[in-house]
């Protein structure tokens, strides 16, 4: 059957009364985004719909496009057909024909244009009534069918589907604010950076790197994660901050159990001073409660108390294998593991404090100043911008390095 819509059914945003047109304008302008490989596409909204017009485009390959984005519940390859019973006879027959090997079928009509003249439960027996006549050995199984057609009659026309796909769902990105991605090129934090997406949250990234300790691959990981994660959402903007200095200075002047704290204080400092430049209200992590030492709950108060900032640490209450398996869904696993070191390897304690205090980090950050080399890091740091575009040229750019 040659569908030539693709349905999208919202999820959450469906309930969000006088903000809803907000909502449904930001989720189109996101479609629009994502699918500007398919030049031929149209999208149009009807209440509680919007549809994805094919135009001759490869059904499927939109269809992935569209799974990606969030604020989605649901998805169909759709027919549209004029609101005539001979129409969505005729539909229903090949919509049917279509599902290879089955053998039994259900009729879910949904009548929102109450003008229509035969309502849901009379279109259910008439069309279900049309594929028995036509067809040979098929049954009705209103509780476990072969194959399920929804037939959706609206004000414009009728819509025929004979299969869902789950979305991404969530909020459309850009709906619920911005945060500023702390992004390692480790498993976790590109994991807390899909999560917040999915909240509707547009994200920055900004990422620590320590040359000559860290290479300039260890960097384009991180730029290879941020282009998956714009696979979700718009283009991800990667804030690249010069930390070798900073490291070197806690690692002479900090004691080692106290290193890895203090430097965690750093990077929020830093992070928050970028976030207010870019009007960004708070900041994400990859944060796990427990998983390491710099990740106690007396590791993150001890951290948390040099911003006011709010820090947003969705994976606090997963386990390692949870956030492993969401890294796997959404292709940043194999990129995570390659081989390179990231800043937060480089010095690290051999014992380092799993209960530190306030009272004796800022004892110790008493002792040196560091004021001016995180304004000289600030002043230093540049800006990589990609997207789910841009990202497939860059990968065959730096192809000879991985």
Do not use: W
């Not at 209960?355 to 600030?378: C, G, H």
Request: include cysteine; aromatic fraction near 8%; hydrophobic fraction near 35%.
């Amino acid at each position: 059957m040659n569908f030539d819509h693709i349905m999208i059914r919202y999820g959450e945003m469906a309930l969000k009364g006088k903000k809803r047109k907000i909502f449904e304008q930001k989720l189109r302008n996101n479609l629009l985004k994502k699918l500007q490989e398919f030049p031929s596409v149209r999208i149009h909204k009807t209440r509680g719909r919007m549809y994805v017009l094919l135009n001759g485009e490869n059904p499927q390959e939109v269809m992935d496009r569209c799974q990606d984005i969030f604020g989605i519940h649901s998805l169909s390859f759709a027919v549209k057909v004029e609101k005539e019973e001979e129409e969505m006879k005729k539909a229903v027959l090949l919509a049917f024909q279509d599902a290879d090997h089955a053998k039994t079928f259900k009729i879910s009509a949904k009548r929102s244009d109450k003008d229509f003249p035969i309502d849901s439960k009379e279109l259910n027996p008439l069309l279900g009534g049309y594929i028995l006549r036509n067809t040979e050995g098929v049954t009705v199984d209103v509780h476990q069918p072969d194959v399920e057609i929804k037939v959706e009659v609206r004000q414009e026309a009728a819509y025929i589907t004979a299969q869902d796909y789950p979305g991404a769902g969530g909020f459309p990105v850009g709906t619920t604010g911005q945060s500023l991605l702390m992004l390692s090129g480790g498993i976790d934090s590109p994991v807390a950076g899909y999560l917040t997406m999915k909240r509707g949250v547009e994200l920055e990234a900004v990422h620590f790197h320590s040359p000559p300790y860290t290479s300039e691959r260890a960097k384009q990981k991180v730029i290879d994660l941020a282009q998956k994660l714009s696979n979700y959402g718009n283009s991800v903007k990667v804030h690249v901050v010069p930390f070798t200095a900073i490291q070197q200075k806690i690692h002479q002047e900090m004691p080692e159990g106290y290193s890895m704290t203090i430097m965690r204080r750093m990077m929020l400092r830093i992070s928050e001073k970028l976030a207010a430049r870019q009007g960004i209200l708070s900041m994400t992590t990859g944060e796990s409660l427990g998983q390491v030492a710099s990740q106690t709950m007396e590791s993150m108060n001890t951290i948390n108390e040099v911003t006011n900032y709010p820090v947003l640490r969705p994976l606090v209450s997963m386990d390692k294998v949870e956030i492993i398996n969401i890294a796997r869904k959404i292709d940043t696993y194999d990129i995570s593991i390659r081989p390179y070191e990231d800043c937060c390897t480089v010095f690290v304690p051999k014992s380092p404090k799993t209960m530190p205090t306030r009272k004796n980090a800022n004892y110790y950050e008493s002792n040196s100043d560091f004021s001016a080399d995180i304004e000289k890091a600030l002043d230093e740091t540049y800006i990589v911008e990609v997207d789910h575009l841009a990202g497939k040229d860059q990968k065959n750019d730096f192809s000879d390095l991985l």
